[in-house]
Structures are given as structure tokens and as C-alpha cells.
């Protein structure tokens, strides 16, 4: 078992906005980035943080905690407490295990370069 430590900090998530109606009369979202407040630590070489979103699906809790890969700004996975993911980070559950794999794959410095693209274009403003 490993000891995780959880920093208090500010970081930039992938997100998307609405942009417009389509034809076919479906809404259609573009890619932004938004910095949300939470708790950052590290895994493996991996910077990875963790913030709270409002839960929509039903009323049984009011906020979802979310882990997310800071590099890229993309969600990783969520629970109802936090606790559950940082057990899931200790326990090398299997959410983390392939989401490790991905971060070794070809697809992974795209997403990286393409989300500091987004985030050039979003503070420029």
C-alpha cells in the first residue's frame, strides 16, 4: 500500500460547450478547456487530479467526485466519494490499469498536443 498525497491546486479539464442547433435538430458541443478547483497527486509519473461535479442523474447525492488525467484534461472515472478513488488509485483497479496502458499508446501525445492547443486558444482570449 502505498501513501497518496493530495495537494489543494487549480487545473485545466477538457470540457465541452454548446455551439449551435445542426440540421438534423440535435445540439452540437465544441471542445473547451475549464479550470476547476480540487486536489492534484501523482501516480506513476502521472500527474492525475481529482474535483467535484454536480450529479444530474438523480437526487440521491448532489456531487460526483471525478479523477482526471491533468495532461490531457480527460476523465478517467467517478464515484459518489472520494474515497473510492483513491482506493481505486491504491488498488490499481482496472479503470487505472487501462487507462496507463492508453498513456503508453500512440493516441496519447495527440490528445496531449491537441489539449494544449485548446488551452493556448482558451487563455489567449
Known amino acids: 500500500m502505498t501513501t497518496i ?4 491546486d487549480n487545473f485545466p479539464i477538457y470540457d465541452r ?4 442547433i ?8 465544441r471542445p473547451c478547456v475549464r479550470v476547476v478547483s480540487g486536489e492534484t497527486t501523482e501516480y506513476y509519473g502521472h500527474k492525475l487530479g481529482i474535483y467535484r461535479r454536480e ?13 482526471t488525467d491533468i495532461a490531457t484534461g480527460r476523465l478517467i472515472c467517478t464515484a459518489g466519494r472520494k474515497i473510492e478513488l483513491l482506493q481505486a488509485i491504491e488498488d490499481n483497479a482496472s479503470v487505472l ?3 496507463l496502458d492508453l498513456a ?22
Open 55 to 67: 450529479h444530474l442523474t438523480d437526487k440521491r447525492r448532489k456531487w460526483d467526485y471525478v479523477l
Open 5 to 8: 498525497r493530495l495537494k489543494r
Open 22 to 29: 445542426g440540421k438534423d435538430s440535435k445540439p452540437i458541443y
Open 97 to 99: 490499469k487501462r487507462y
Open 17 to 20: 460547450e454548446f455551439s449551435h
Open 104 to 125: 503508453k499508446g500512440l493516441h496519447y501525445a495527440a490528445m496531449v498536443e491537441e489539449f494544449e492547443k485548446l488551452k493556448g486558444a482558451t487563455y489567449a482570449k
